[in-house]
């Protein structure tokens, strides 16, 4: 069966795909990955084929005005949304006319939310589809939704958020979406009876993330599935430089400090606050410079600083005493998966989300926002996720918990038990287990 996966966004929002797409391989489908053309090489380089999406991640979180949009979040969720839509809208409609395009001579779509014609087309050109998912947005009692950055008291107001948050992001992409379904799918533009469609049906759903650090509610329905994070762990001829090895073996286990796709509007203001909490704090860090979170600064013999690429979080996380970072799906999975402490400074919508699952582990400290740091506050964070037994402890029991559930052979199964394929319940997983 050949199968295609729409998805866009950072680094860490694309890869679990694409560990998925290999899953489904090695199980002998035929899988195509189409995203954002910054993934090109990599997606080819992981054996799977490729088509080109429209946008451009990076460049977007280097525009000012994104940045700006960032850095001065109220914490209310309309304006929130209002603002962050100014930068989707413009180039929605390409997305959904080159999503259409390159489904064409599909089999089965597999879809992200932040690509919004995926169920669309599938019921258009009637072949199977599948929702995936990195952060929870099935209505539940359980937990309100991952963009609201409080917690609400009462679990009906919980199950409310969601559809809150739907009505208010149809407002806005709404108009654009009725036009394209008018235009090329030749459907009647009606969105409200669409998400409820989406809602009521039956349609497997697959979160990837681990359900030890969020367990499936009990109100979410048997086509809902939790699998476990997706890590891609290919094999490679990567090894670390002779300046990291020498670090890490001339002191004790370093913190990471990271922040991913999240960007600043002073990286300078905030790189000088962590070198000096670090310094306070008496511990050694290495500071990850990723997407423009933190600035290549001067740095004691106590801090080294890397990039991403040359220091792989599933090699380098294992080894650190503990990890700061901004909360991103991707970066929660590989800390959880390294069985180490951390604490969330968030930069967007759903990293407050995540950093507060962590702490409801015991796992880490709740999620610090930027505004409310200090050097001394953070210099105190630093030291007692370095040193605190208990803790340290409660974080190694999520790791295990989190490498024993093979997230994407188990996720593999689901889907092949969703599409009309002989199922399989033996799948080889790449890279052997998580």
Same mark, same amino acid.
């Given at each position: 069966m050949h199968i295609t996966i729409l998805t866009i966004g950072s680094r860490g929002d694309v890869q679990p795909y694409v560990a998925l797409g290999m899953g489904l391989q090695a199980a002998g489908h035929q899988v195509? =990955?189409?995203?954002?053309?910054?993934?090109? /090489?990599? =997606?080819? %380089?992981? %054996?799977?084929?490729?088509?080109?999406?429209?946008?451009?991640?990076?460049?977007?979180?280097?525009?000012?005005?994104?940045?700006?949009?960032?850095?001065?979040?109220? %914490?209310?969720?309309?304006?929130?949304?209002?603002?962050?839509?100014?930068?989707?809208i413009p180039g929605l409609r390409e997305l959904l006319d080159v999503s259409w395009q390159v489904c064409q001579n599909t089999e089965a779509i597999i879809c992200m939310p932040q690509v919004p014609s995926g169920?669309?087309?599938?019921?258009?050109?009637?072949? !199977?589809?599948?929702? =995936?998912?990195?952060?929870?947005?099935?209505?539940?009692?359980?937990?309100?939704?991952?963009?609201? /950055?409080?917690?609400?008291?009462?679990?009906?107001?919980?199950?409310?958020?969601?559809?809150? =948050?739907?009505?208010?992001?149809?407002?806005?992409?709404?108009?654009?979406?009725?036009?394209?379904?008018?235009?090329?799918?030749?459907?009647?533009?009606?969105?409200?009876?669409?998400?409820?469609?989406?809602?009521?049906?039956?349609?497997? /759903?697959?979160? %990837?993330?681990? !359900?030890?650090?969020?367990?499936?509610? /009990?109100?979410?329905?048997?086509?809902?599935?939790?699998?476990?994070?997706?890590?891609?762990?290919?094999q490679s001829d990567w090894q670390p430089s002779s300046q990291l090895t020498d670090f890490l073996a001339a002191g004790t286990p370093p913190v990471y400090v990271g922040f991913g796709s999240a960007v600043w509007e002073d990286p300078q203001r905030i790189t000088e606050m962590i070198l000096a909490a670090v310094q306070q704090s008496g511990q050694r860090a290495i500071l990850d410079l990723c997407w423009g979170g933190l600035t290549d600064a001067d740095l004691p013999d106590t801090i080294l600083k890397v990039e991403s690429k040359d220091a792989p979080h599933r090699w380098l996380l294992p080894q650190m005493a503990a990890a700061i970072h901004h909360g991103g799906a991707g970066t929660i999975g590989a800390v959880a998966r390294a069985g180490i402490p951390s604490m969330v400074i968030p930069s967007y919508y759903d990293h407050t989300f995540w950093g507060r699952q962590v702490a409801k582990r015991g796992a880490g400290l709740p999620p610090q926002p930027l505004k409310q740091l200090s050097v001394n506050k953070l210099a105190e964070q630093i030291r007692f996720l370095a040193t605190d037994s208990n803790l340290r402890q409660r974080a190694k029991t999520v790791g295990e918990s989190v490498r024993a559930e093979r997230g994407v052979e188990r996720a593999v199964e689901i889907i092949l038990h969703h599409l009309p394929v002989e199922r399989s319940l033996k799948i080889p997983v790449p890279g052997g287990s998580p």
């Open positions: 195509c =990955v189409a995203t954002e053309a910054d993934y090109e /090489t990599f =997606v080819t %380089g992981c %054996g799977l084929e490729y088509a080109r999406l429209p946008g451009n991640t990076r460049q977007k979180h280097n525009d000012s005005a994104w940045k700006h949009y960032l850095n001065h979040e109220t %914490g209310n969720i309309i304006s929130s949304i209002r603002q962050g839509m100014k930068f989707v169920y669309l087309i599938a019921k258009t050109l009637g072949i !199977p589809f599948i929702s =995936v998912w990195a952060t929870p947005n099935t209505p539940t009692t359980a937990f309100a939704h991952p963009y609201l /950055t409080s917690e609400l008291p009462l679990g009906i107001l919980n199950r409310l958020s969601y559809a809150f =948050v739907d009505l208010l992001c149809i407002q806005y992409w709404g108009p654009v979406l009725d036009q394209w379904q008018r235009e090329t799918l030749q459907r009647p533009p009606q969105p409200l009876k669409a998400l409820k469609e989406f809602y009521s049906q039956p349609i497997p /759903t697959l979160y %990837g993330y681990s !359900p030890t650090l969020l367990p499936k509610p /009990t109100d979410w329905g048997d086509n809902i599935h939790v699998p476990g994070f997706w890590f891609l762990d290919q």
